[in-house]
């Protein structure tokens, strides 16, 4: 399999000169349509009459005027081009943006003219992957690009930015280099065996290799599992028997009356899906179809919808009526459930008559709240107990700002059972050179993670995720 080594990187201009619509598509006030590559300069000279007049494009100046088939002279549009000279661009190539009113048709106009000229369309993440390419940002920093542009929250995207400056590059770059130290003084001890001059007591590597490099890799380790709920979210379920208010504690939960409400059971026949910020915590909030066994058809095919979402989710919502005793149809939803997460909700608090206690009595071991879906009563205390359980109660700390994906965070499993069989080894006195082995192996997981030795075949997945474009 092809390896990309950093230090053989070279700027890739020979390559050809990649253009793609960088806006969304749909009206805009403005398009934006970028150019990378050695011709980007040559296509847009051709393409774009200034209005100053000059031929001599500035580096990095925005210039106004309009852009022109260059073989009927027709203008196509108005525009703001500029030209910035690599290496200081984006990709470290010739860049070159044009703004232009963010009309699709105009842009699609443009972008033809630019592949008329030579240009090719880019890939999704092109531009990207030539900025990992060429040596201007390591591959923690073009995933976060992407964690960028899919967040969903302040604290996702507070994630992202911390990993686009590099703060996770640098971090697995310290333990890289520790492993490097380690690795040449054992090497000196393989080159020179019989040499009984000690460089470092295999107590004090031993030291070392916990203090920096497996220690370091544990914390990582441990911020990815807790860091997976504020970049990807959780998945909650509602699920209940008809009537007992899921649809209103929906409403509830998004704060706008999203579901159909009434007091007759069976209103939901389908899955409703809908997002909330949960304190920072994104969050894909389902209401589902009643449970109950003599449903008819329309209803039925809801149930097993509910019942296929059930399957994905990781924290259920089980709801009931506090205002009526736990039945057996109660019961045997809770079964249904197997082993997620569950939390009770005793709704309907604001009705007399409500009384949680039989429930505590039925399910003794959920965790439990009580609301009024109707007037909101205890929705705050349901949110704070769904966020305790999925966060094992720790608030999300700002201040820590490596957070591994899951990618990232295999790799890191592997190179930290490859450091404590170094460990291990230490301990046994292991030969030099089967020590070397593992040192080396700890060392080419790392590397993965921020692309100096990962294969092309894991490099076209990450960058697979991006859109057009970017
Ligand atoms: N007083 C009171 N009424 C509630 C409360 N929650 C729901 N209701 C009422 O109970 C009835 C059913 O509510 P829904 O939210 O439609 O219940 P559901 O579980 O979604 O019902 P289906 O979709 O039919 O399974 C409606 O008349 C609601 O107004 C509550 O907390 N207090
Ligand atoms: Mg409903």
């Given amino acids: 399999m092809a390896e990309t080594t950093l230090d ?155 990993q686009l400056q590099g703060n996770l590059g640098a971090m697995v770059g310290d333990i890289r280099s520790a492993l490097l130290f380690l690795r040449a003084i054992i090497e000196v001890a393989i080159d020179f065996p019989e040499d009984d001059v000690e460089i470092m007591h295999t107590e004090d590597m031993g030291r070392r290799l916990e203090l920096e490099i497996i220690a370091p890799l544990r914390q990582l380790i441990r911020a990815a599992g807790r860091g997976r709920i504020f970049r990807d979210g959780i998945s909650v379920i509602i699920l209940g028997r008809p009537n007992v208010g899921k649809s209103s504690l929906l409403n509830a939960l998004l704060r706008e009356e999203r579901a159909i409400v009434t007091a007759i059971p069976g209103t939901t026949r389908d899955t409703i899906e809908e997002f909330l910020d949960m304190k920072g915590m994104p969050v894909r909030i389902i209401d589902t179809a009643g449970i109950r066994d003599d449903a008819e058809e329309v209803e039925e095919i809801g149930i097993v919808r509910a019942r296929k979402k059930l399957a994905e989710a990781d924290v259920v919502l089980l709801i009931v009526d506090g205002t009526q005793p736990p039945g057996p149809a109660d019961m045997r939803l809770f079964e249904s459930v197997g082993d997620k997460q569950i939390l009770l909700v005793v709704n309907k608090m604001d009705i007399a008559g409500y009384d949680p206690a039989p429930f505590a009595h039925a399910f003794p071991d959920l965790p439990r709240v009580a609301v009024s879906a109707k007037t909101h009563a205890g929705i705050a205390d349901l949110e704070s107990a769904l966020f305790a359980m999925v966060t094992g109660g720790s608030s999300w700390d700002p201040g820590y700002s490596c957070v591994p994906n899951v990618r990232q965070r295999a790799a890191l499993d592997k190179a930290l059972a490859a450091a404590e069989q170094v460990a291990a ?46």
């Fill in 8 to 162: 053989t990187r070279v700027p890739q201009t020979a390559e050809a000169t990649i253009a793609a619509i960088a806006t969304p598509p749909g009206p805009g006030g403005i398009g934006i349509i970028r150019l990378s590559g050695s011709r980007a300069l040559p296509i847009l000279s051709t393409v774009f009459s200034p209005k100053c007049g000059t031929t001599a494009f500035s580096s990095h100046r925005l210039y106004y005027g309009w852009i022109r088939n260059p073989h009927t002279g027709q203008t196509i549009d108005e525009v703001m081009a500029v030209f910035m000279q690599a290496p200081r661009t984006y990709t470290r190539e010739d860049v070159v943006e044009i703004q232009c009113h963010g009309s699709y048709l105009v842009l699609q106009d443009i972008l033809s003219q630019l592949i008329t000229l030579g240009a090719t369309l880019a890939e999704p993440g092109e531009f990207t992957k030539r900025a990992f390419l060429n040596g201007r940002i390591d591959l923690t920093q073009a995933e976060a690009v992407i964690e960028l542009l899919q967040a969903k929250t302040r604290e996702g995207l507070g994630l992202a930015m911390s």
């Fill in 425 to 470: 080894g230490l301990r046994t006195d292991l030969p030099p050179d089967l020590l070397a082995i593992e040192l080396q192996a700890a060392l080419d997981h790392l590397g993965d993670i921020t692309g100096e030795t990962t294969t092309e075949d894991i490099l076209d997945l990450i960058f697979d995720q991006f859109c057009i474009g970017k």
